[in-house]
Each structure stands twice: as structure tokens, then as C-alpha cells.
């Protein structure tokens, strides 16, 4: 059996922990600390893997919808494709994609205020608003798992 990725963390999480860190001596704080600090990414990274994909095909259609909606689209010219396809081929497309479509709403807004067209600029920001209060069930997700059952 392939190990997962969250398995194949868990391995460096596992020998950073029982064999790297206690072979730093103890007069080298700051190589302790680094180790230290790498063990806590790798638990995050360990927690966030389960939910990537799913996390950033919801982050992709709402970005689309926010394209759409500052290029004045209508809401059926959406792409049609399948958003919880997760292997890698596809999951490096989507986040060409993402990438794509943020970078054109970057544009989009730049432009807004580039024409100084007041009426649009007061659209924007309720558009970005919104954008944002959708987005934030996405990120207390991301968040949660990955700070989920720490104090």
C-alpha cells in the first residue's frame, strides 16, 4: 500500500521527534527551538492535508464567482467542472486556475479605481465584502484544522 501524505509527514514528524531533536545538544537553544518549530508545521501541514483539496475548490468557486461578478458575467457562464476531482494532475490545474482568476480580479479592481467611476468603486466594496463573509466558514475551517484541539 502507498502511504498517504499525511502518513508520509507523520514518518518525518516521528523521526524529527525521536531521533533528530534529542541528538541536538542542549547548548544549541536555537537549533532546539528550529526543531521544535518544524515539529509544529509538520502537525499543521499533517492536519491541513485532509482538507486541501476541498478547502481550495471552495476558495476557487468563490473566486469565480467574484470574477463573474466584477466582469458583469452572467452567473451560468461558470466553468463547468468537477470540483471534488482531487489527484494531483488536476489538483495542480485548479490551482493554476485559482491563481488565474484572482489574478484577473487584482486587474479588475485596479482597474475600477483606475477609472475613478465612484459608483462602481461603492459596487466593489459591497462585492468584496460579501467575498469575504463567504470565505470565512472556509477559513475557520482551515484554521480550525489546523490549531484543532491545541490551547
Not at 4 to 25: E, K, S
Not at 39 to 44: D, K, P, S, T
Not at 66 to 73: D, P
Request: aromatic share 4%; net charge negative; glycine share 4%.
Amino acid at each position: 500500500m502507498t502511504p498517504t501524505i499525511r502518513d508520509r509527514l507523520a514518518n518525518v514528524h516521528r523521526t524529527l521527534a525521536d531521533v533528530i531533536i534529542p541528538a541536538i545538544a542542549t547548548d544549541e537553544p536555537l537549533a532546539q527551538e528550529q526543531a521544535h518549530l518544524s515539529l509544529l508545521q509538520l502537525q499543521i501541514l499533517m492536519d491541513q492535508v485532509e482538507i486541501c483539496a476541498l478547502v481550495e475548490s471552495e476558495e476557487a468557486q468563490a473566486a469565480d464567482a467574484l470574477n463573474r461578478k466584477l466582469s458583469g458575467a452572467s452567473p451560468d457562464d461558470r466553468p463547468r467542472t468537477d470540483p471534488t476531482r482531487a489527484d494531483d494532475q488536476h489538483l495542480g490545474a485548479r490551482r493554476d486556475r485559482r491563481i488565474a482568476v484572482l489574478t484577473a480580479i487584482d486587474q479588475r479592481i485596479k482597474d475600477i479605481f483606475a477609472a475613478n467611476d465612484h459608483r462602481q468603486i461603492e459596487a466593489l466594496g459591497e462585492d468584496l465584502v460579501a467575498y469575504h463573509r463567504s470565505r470565512r466558514p472556509l477559513e475557520d475551517r482551515w484554521f480550525g484544522a489546523a490549531f484543532a484541539g491545541k490551547s
